[in-house]
């Protein structure tokens, strides 16, 4: 079964207060007719939390001492930083410019995810939504109201990772699909029993949606079609390995 | 614009001797007439191990007594850890039932790479490609004279990673694209220049395509069509993050 990754275009600008299933569903508006449950909604984690309203105007930050050290000859925004450590849980690296932190329900980024990139104003931030499963979970009822179609919908947001160099998209949020394929117990081709596959379908359809959403193409969005995924409402948030069982903390 | 992800059928089993160039072209002449050159063939690992002999039979493993250690209590093939052993560059973890290791120009992995499923025959394991991006690189050529397009090649693995759960397929080789894009320096949608923004266009190509080759499915390449990717031949190697810019080794 092929699959099809199409990019969402005419969202436009989000500000704080705008809603976004009205903003998604008029963009789906073409292709509406043909929206199938199986469709996957893949929309970057930018246009949620400006819709939600983590939106922070950086002059509005006084930084402490620590970030105002930290910023200090690496080029950082002391209030950028400010805003990191306030929204980390964790602080897992902090030094050589590198601040990387745990956020949310334990995902692992740098500066908790803070970006400025993309911005409807010079000098403001987004930080991540509180919760992007809910904010997907949310989402995919205003479309499922709005379009009379209950899709997949996933938060994507675009980490750097250890060992490998370049960036990538992740899952932050889902709703109305399992983030993780377990294989165990399936055979393979030659009927043995497949051990210790779990697939991270979610990133893997992040990673696919990345492809046709690149950052400075200003595409918030896209549509994945042609996947048959397991309807589930886990949630992003366990995709996040439990602490005891991470070897690389 | 759209991409699209096809499954490669028709394949089939895959014996060290095989010449991979033969089995893909064939399997790619339904669509022949109509391959460009902006397409992306990713050919799973394991099949390229196959085909150039990467093939070991546990059962020539006499393991060492650190294999035999490790393995008691683990649950696992002691012949098995010894050849991970034997591949791996560097352990970074060996406890807990887990071994991670650095293994060819420095991936980073479980067990060296070294899997058991999808075998043709039971106590056989395959180790990855001495050089994934040479395998790369000769398939693209290969089939640049068959077919006559100089496609974009990816060499393919199903890796863990640290955080966050579950398997993801990564690019180990590559051939004819580019493995980063980099967008230091271009603009975003306010005219923004976009910082520190390297894109893993590899290993987003390499997760797409594992949405259709499902390790249970027998499905061991795909086609991408649609991706603009860019020209260029540095390799998967590259996407080795440096040892001494790696904050978590």
């Given at each position: 079964?092929?699959?099809?990754v199409?990019p969402?275009?005419?969202v436009g600008?989000?500000?704080p ?7 998604i569903?008029?963009a789906?508006a073409?292709?509406e ?12 984690q ?10 922070v ?21 002391a209030a ?22 745990a956020?949310?329900?334990?995902f692992?980024?740098?500066n ?20 992007a ?10 479309l499922?109201?709005?379009?009379g179609?209950?899709?997949g919908?996933l ?9 490998r160099?370049?960036?990538l998209?992740?899952?932050?949020g889902?709703a ?19 051990e210790?596959?779990?697939?991270a ?18 595409v ?5 079609r042609?996947y048959?995924?397991r ?6 948030a ?9 070897l690389?903390?």
């Amino acid at each position: 079964m092929s699959i099809s990754v199409h990019p969402l275009l005419g969202v436009g600008s989000v500000s704080p207060g705008d809603d976004l299933g009205t903003l998604i569903a008029a963009a789906l508006a073409p292709i509406e007719p043909r929206l199938q449950p199986s469709d996957v909604l893949v929309v970057c984690q930018k246009i949620v939390s400006k819709a939600e309203g983590r939106v922070v105007d950086l002059a509005t930050v006084t930084p402490g001492p620590q970030a105002v050290e930290f910023a200090k000859g690496h080029e950082k925004d002391a209030a950028l930083v400010e805003l990191a450590l306030a929204e980390a849980t964790e602080v897992l690296r902090m030094g050589s410019g590198h601040l990387i932190t745990a956020t949310g329900p334990g995902f692992i980024c740098a500066n908790a995810g803070i970006d400025r990139s993309n911005q409807n104003r010079e000098g403001e931030v987004t930080l991540l939504p509180v919760d992007a499963d809910a904010s997907a979970r949310r989402l995919r009822a205003a479309l499922a109201e709005r379009l009379g179609v209950e899709l997949g919908v996933l938060v994507s947001d675009t980490f750097g990772r250890p060992w490998r160099l370049g960036q990538l998209d992740f899952a932050i949020g889902a709703a109305g699909l399992e983030v993780l394929d377990d294989h165990a117990g399936r055979a393979d081709w030659r009927g043995r029993r497949l051990e210790h596959t779990l697939i991270a379908v979610a990133d893997q359809l992040a990673a696919a949606a990345g492809l046709v959403m690149g950052k400075a193409d200003g595409v918030p969005a896209a549509l994945i079609r042609g996947y048959a995924y397991r309807a589930g409402n886990s949630g992003a948030a366990t995709l996040v390995r439990p602490r005891d069982e991470d070897l690389f903390r």
